[in-house]
T-cell receptor
Framework: ELKVEQNPLFLSMQEGKNYTIYCNYS?????LYWYRQDPGKSLESLFV?????AVKQEGRLMASLDTKARLSTLHITAAVHDLSATYFC????????????FGEGTQLTVNP | EPEVTQTPSHQVTQMGQEVILRCVPI?????FYWYRQILGQKVEFLVS????????KSEIFDDQFSVERPDGSNFTLKIRSTKLEDSAMYFC???????????FGPGTRLTVT
């Protein structure tokens, strides 16, 4: 059974600080996805990482993938309040139409 | 920008009743999925659908659940006899090739009383 684990599950940080969210998974998949969810809302795609060593950046967020370690990181640089949300990583099994298996989510709160 | 839509946004039903949740996928997408999220928990896969048949289903997707694409546009999830534990947010997702990112709809909040 594919397992996806995130840590931390809860993260409270001050504006301007840096932090990293970790996502470990148990399969050999080369495909990993990061989503953002605001309270009561849907899932917004942030990053799609499709190969070992992939690194993508959008604004203050940067995601990377190490398939050998089965680890992805989501790094937050100089956090701002607008980044407060729950962040999920998800993995699929590299076959067409395969399910996404999600981590538990990291609830991020950025305090002024 | 094309998006996945879902109706209704909120459905309240009594235990034992049937509900149908509807999704309109992005028009050229071929793969369709249902997920659910119990309040405060992670997103769980229910079922995937391609070429008018179920591709994969989870252990949650038991005989009480069914999916279909009755008219070539709507993709529906039916729960035949709802239970209290079916209360959750249900998300439809779609993608074109089946291996790239899935696009999620806004969700239907189902409350079973």
């Amino acid at each position: 059974e594919l397992k996806v684990e995130q840590n931390p599950l809860f993260l409270s940080m001050q504006e301007g600080k840096n932090y990293t969210i970790y996502c470990n998974y148990s399969t050999t998949s080369d495909r990993l996805y990061w989503y953002r969810q605001d309270p009561g809302k849907s899932l917004e795609s942030l990053f799609v990482l499709l190969s070992n060593g992939a690194v993508k950046q959008e604004g203050r967020l940067m995601a990377s993938l190490d398939t050998k370690a089965r680890l992805s990181t989501l790094h937050i640089t100089a956090a701002v309040h607008d980044l407060s949300a729950t962040y999920f990583c998800a993995v699929d099994r590299e076959t067409s139409g395969s399910r996404l298996t999600f981590g538990e989510g990291t609830q991020l709160t950025v305090n002024p | 920008e094309p998006e996945v839509t879902q109706t209704p946004s909120h459905q309240v039903t009594q235990m034992g009743q049937e509900v149908i949740l509807r999704c309109v996928p992005i028009s050229n997408h071929l793969y369709f999925y249902w997920y659910r999220q119990i309040l405060g928990q992670k997103v769980e896969f229910l079922v995937s659908f391609y070429n008018n048949e179920i591709s994969e289903k989870s252990e949650i997707f038991d005989d009480q659940f069914s999916v279909e694409r009755p008219d070539g546009s709507n993709f529906t999830l039916k729960i035949r006899s709802t239970k209290l534990e079916d209360s959750a947010m249900y998300f439809c997702a779609t993608n074109f090739l089946g291996w790239n990112e899935q696009y999620f709809g806004p969700g239907t909040r189902l409350t079973v009383t």
